[in-house]
């Protein structure tokens, strides 16, 4: 209690917790792959902080600088090279990177270091005894290390290996974000859309809202100054240059625009044709796309763009959350509504604390609804008078409610013709019709 025996001036401070709901971090991926890290640090001491340990990459020279440069057969160096092709004025985001590749383990016959002989269960990584991380499982610690989740998942080279998609589809839904697979170079369009299906030659079979397929690979310029093939075009996979696509897409537009119809920058070409006419749905990019697998369009005078805004949950599903930007959209509103309520945990729940809760997240909705380019259609927050009873408020537990709809984009656009010979007649003077009597 104050003493009530004090006169005079006073301050008294008031924490009532989380004012404001803010918004973490969310043009951030999550990279698992190989770096040629022995030809960035001289000994094991000097490159022990890049092998199984989340580096943060923000920069082009950072990258080069902690994971060396690019080598064939190694994956780290072509993903960020990827990703940082389309980093415009704003920046590209956040990269958290985890290689795994160790050479003085991982080598050959002859004892020389070998990125092909990391296998599968290198890159889903384990929980030590001591718990901690390695691989993928390094996801799960960004938020105790960062403060956020990051929101796209990237293992490219390995994203089908036996045990890395399930790895990938597990560590998504819990930490809230999407995941990308790619389709194996060289196959046609037709095993791709049999890949959505139980007897593929290769599995794209999924409906989750977190999978972004993707097809073809693409061509772009090897930069291996000690390979045979450098300077010429090799195949890529196509995931990292679509994750720069939505990171720049994100960076300059915000989380609520698709990363569709958008350029492709850094490569020669796709490394298959897709064929693409418009206002034909049996082309290959309207077959793709409506397969739910991220493609690409080239065409005259326009160059390669993304095509494509659905998850693999399409067309399985027909929630709007199979709409690549609608769940981005969700994950990070939900982020923002739960690290706010975290805040709250523990404290009374008395009218004034029920209403200052109501209130902020309310204000937060009302934000992202204003101004020429809305984030939402609307938005809204309440306490669930009906389902919170007595009791459940003697045990401790409150229910509340959100509704919200997120903005739509103009993936179909249809326009009805008819040839009407009524506008014929007045360019030639033509005399208007005459009435009937009736």
Not at 266 to 289: C, F, N, V
Not at 415 to 426: H, K, P
């Amino acid at each position: 209690m104050p003493d009530a025996t004090y006169f005079g001036p006073e301050i008294v401070e008031r924490d009532i917790g989380g004012e404001l709901v803010r918004e973490l971090k969310y043009a951030t991926v999550f990279l698992v792959g190989t770096a040629p890290v022995h030809e960035a640090h001289a000994d094991a001491a000097a490159r022990a902080e890049y092998i199984n340990r989340p580096v943060i990459i923000r920069r082009r020279e950072d990258a080069a600088a902690a994971f060396g440069p690019w080598r064939d057969g190694y994956t780290i160096p072509q993903a960020l090279d990827a990703i940082f092709d389309h980093a415009g004025p704003a920046g590209i985001g956040t990269i958290v990177v985890v290689n795994v590749f160790d050479p003085d383990q991982h080598k050959d016959g002859s004892g020389n270091p070998d990125p092909a002989s990391v296998t599968n269960l290198d890159i889903i990584g384990q929980f030590a005894a001591d718990g901690s991380p390695s691989g993928l499982k390094w996801a799960y610690a960004c938020f105790q290390l960062f403060g956020w989740f990051p929101k796209f998942l990237l293992a490219p080279g390995y994203s089908l290996a036996t045990g890395v998609r399930a790895e990938l589809e597990t560590i998504a839904q819990r930490i809230r974000a999407h995941f990308f697979l790619d389709a194996p170079h060289g196959v046609s369009v037709q095993q791709v859309i049999e890949a959505r299906g139980p007897n593929g030659s290769f599995d794209f079979q999924s409906n989750l809202f977190e999978a972004v397929g993707c097809y073809p690979h693409v061509m772009v310029v090897n930069l291996d100054d000690t390979s045979p093939l450098a300077g010429q075009p090799v195949a890529q996979p196509f995931s990292p240059r679509l994750a720069g696509v939505w990171l720049r897409s994100i960076m300059d537009y915000g989380p609520h625009h698709s990363p569709s119809n958008r350029p492709i920058l850094g490569i020669e070409e796709m490394a298959q044709k897709i064929t693409y006419i418009p206002g034909d749905a049996s082309s290959d990019a309207q077959l793709l796309r409506g397969a739910g697998v991220v493609t690409a369009e080239e065409r005259w005078g326009k160059g390669p763009h993304t095509a494509g805004n659905r998850a693999l949950a399409y067309p399985t599903k027909t929630d709007m959350r199979n709409f690549l930007h609608v769940l981005l959209l969700q994950h990070i509103m939900d982020e923002a509504v739960l690290f706010f309520l975290d805040e709250w945990k523990d404290r009374n729940a008395n009218p004034a604390n029920i209403e200052m809760i109501e209130d902020r997240i309310n204000a937060y909705l009302g934000s992202k609804k204003v101004g020429d380019d809305p984030w939402i259609y609307d938005g809204r927050f309440w306490f669930d008078r009906q389902k919170t009873t007595p009791e459940s408020i003697a045990d401790g537990h409150l229910f509340w409610k959100l509704d919200w709809a997120p903005v739509g984009i103009m993936e179909r656009l249809t326009v009805e013709r008819w040839i009407n010979i009524e506008l014929i007649r007045d360019p030639l003077g033509l005399a208007q019709a005459e009435q009937p009597n009736v």
